[in-house]
Structure formats: structure tokens, C-alpha cells
């Protein structure tokens, strides 16, 4: 190989002279003037008037959405559990069937058991996390449950 730069031209930037470069400052900004929308020491900004708004209406966090969000992950997570474990009973197939390429095979199937297990245990944490938002639901509409055991 040759022992000139290969560039892959992706961000096709020429090399700037050192004239066009910015000054290091300690003192960058100290000279810095702002507008009367910008934010002022003395209180008397006017974007600070402008955008104070508070919302009395927020109902807060919506529990059932992410109930749903969790619902719909864990039905993810069991999809993926039968299409690895599927995948790797069909790679399990494929070396009995073809001795010559079994190592493979046998290679490919641990791997799509092991992503089965994985996807189990999202599923599994998906649906722990599906409990803790009914929970929090209940809780925030006045639902109480009593743990006595």
C-alpha cells in the first residue's frame, strides 16, 4: 500500500489557515452586550415576564400511558423469545441435517438460545415495570392497598 493519505471524503473539509482562527480569551465574553430579551441581573429582563407561566392544570405523569408503554415492551420481549428460540431450534435441525457444516450450526443455535434468554428477561423486567406503573395509577387515584402478609 502506498504511503499516501486515503481519505474517504466524508466531511470534505479544507485545511483553514491559521488567520481565520479564534483567539483563546480568558476574558471571551466580558465585553459581550445582550438585548433587552436577554437575561438581566437586575430583574428587569423582558423575557423573564414573558415566559413565567405556570400551569395549574398539569395532571402530572399519566400512569395508564405508561402502563401501555410497558405492556406493548413486554409483548416485545416475548416476541423475541419465540422468534430466537424458534431460530435456534431451527439452526438445532440444520446440524443434525448437515453433519459437514455442524459445528456451525451447533455455534448459531447457542447464540439464538442465548437471545432467547435474553429477550426473557426483558420481557420478565417489562413486566415488572408494567406492575409498578399500575401501581403508581392506583396510588395517584386514591386506590390503597393493604399489604398485611
Given amino acids: 500500500m502506498s504511503e499516501e493519505k486515503h481519505h474517504h471524503h466524508l466531511f470534505h473539509h479544507k485545511d483553514k489557515p491559521v488567520d481565520d482562527a479564534v483567539p ?4 471571551a465574553y466580558s465585553d459581550t452586550t445582550y438585548s433587552d430579551t436577554s437575561y438581566a441581573t437586575d430583574g428587569v429582563s ?11 392544570d398539569d395532571p402530572g405523569p399519566d400512569y ?3 402502563e401501555k408503554h410497558h405492556k406493548h415492551l413486554e409483548h416485545l420481549g416475548e416476541l423475541g423469545v419465540a422468534a430466537a428460540g ?5 439452526e438445532k435441525h440444520k446440524s443434525e441435517k448437515d453433519p459437514e ?8 443455535e447457542e447464540i439464538a438460545a442465548a437471545a432467547a434468554v435474553g429477550a ?14 399500575k401501581e403508581e395509577d392506583e396510588e395517584a387515584h386514591g386506590k390503597k ?3 398485611l402478609f
Avoid: M, P, Q
Fill in 64 to 66: 395508564r400511558k405508561e
Fill in 145 to 147: 392497598h393493604h399489604h
Fill in 86 to 90: 424458534a431460530y435456534a431450534l431451527h
Fill in 46 to 56: 423582558g423575557y423573564a415576564a414573558e415566559t413565567t407561566e405556570v400551569l395549574a
Fill in 101 to 108: 457444516h455442524a459445528h456451525k450450526h451447533k455455534i448459531e
Fill in 24 to 27: 483563546y480569551s480568558d476574558n
Fill in 120 to 133: 426473557g428477561g426483558f420481557a420478565f423486567h417489562e413486566h415488572h415495570e408494567k406492575k409498578e406503573a
